[in-house]
C-alpha cells in the first residue's frame, strides 16, 4: 500500500508502509551475554535497535553488553523499530513478531514511523545433558541426540542447550558420545549432569 506521507526524515517522496516486521532476537540462556544487534527480514524496509536491556526487578538495572544472564531471574528488552527512506512504520498497521511469536502486547512507545516494542525473558537453569529434560542424564539421553541428528521426531521439545555438551553451538554426534562417555564414568572437560 502506497500513500504519501510525509516520514521523519524529511523525505516527502512515496512511502510503503510496512505491514509485517520479524525480529530475531538471541533468547537469553544462563551465562549468555545480552544480545545488542538483533536481526530483521526486513533490513531494507526498516531499522532494528536494541533500546536497552534491563532486568525485570528493582531498582531494575540496565545490562551492558558485557553482562551475563543468571538462571531463575527475568529480563525484558526494549526494541525500537524505525521506518527507513522511503518506508513507514505505525502500530496501527504493522505487526510485530519476535522469534516467529506476533507480539500483540508489549508496545511502550509508539510515534511518526516508529515502534518501540518490549518483551520479557525469565532464564531458566537446565541439566547439562539432560535432553528430554527428566531430571536424570541417562543413556536415552545421547540416543535422542542421534535421533535428532538423525532428523527423527522426538517426543519433547528439544532444547539446545541441554544437548549442546561441548558448548560449541552445533548438535553432533560429540555431544551424544560425551553423554555416553560421562555414563561410562570416564572423564570429561564438561559439566554433564550439573547445572548450567
Ligand atoms: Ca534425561
Ligand atoms: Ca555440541
Request: hydrophobic share 35%.
Amino acid at each position: 500500500m502506497r500513500c504519501c506521507l510525509k516520514n521523519d526524515f524529511g523525505y516527502t517522496g512515496p512511502v510503503e508502509q510496512v505491514s509485517a516486521v520479524n525480529i530475531h532476537i538471541d533468547v537469553p540462556t544462563a551465562g549468555a551475554h545480552p544480545d545488542f544487534t538483533p536481526l530483521t527480514e526486513e533490513p531494507d524496509k526498516v531499522r532494528v535497535k536494541v533500546a536497552y536491556w534491563y532486568l525485570s526487578e528493582e531498582p531494575y538495572p540496565h545490562l551492558s553488553a558485557s553482562d551475563t544472564f543468571e538462571a531463575g531471574k527475568t529480563y525484558t528488552v526494549r526494541l525500537e523499530i524505525e521506518g527507513n527512506q522511503g518506508y513507514s512504520v505505525d502500530t496501527k498497521y504493522t505487526t510485530v513478531s519476535i522469534n516467529g511469536t506476533v507480539m500483540t502486547a508489549g508496545t511502550y512507545s509508539y510515534g511518526n514511523n516508529f515502534i518501540g516494542k518490549q518483551k520479557s525473558f525469565t532464564v531458566t537453569s537446565v541439566l547439562l545433558g539432560d535432553v528430554d529434560g527428566d531430571g536424570e542424564v541417562e543413556i536415552r539421553d545421547a540416543t535422542w541426540i542421534q535421533r535428532k541428528i538423525a532428523g527423527m521426531e522426538l517426543p519433547f521439545v528439544f532444547v539446545d542447550k541441554r544437548a549442546d555438551v561441548d558448548s560449541n553451538n552445533e548438535i553432533t554426534i560429540m555431544d551424544a558420545t560425551l553423554i555416553q562417555r560421562r555414563l561410562a564414568n570416564l572423564k570429561t572437560p564438561y559439566p554433564i549432569g550439573e547445572t548450567v
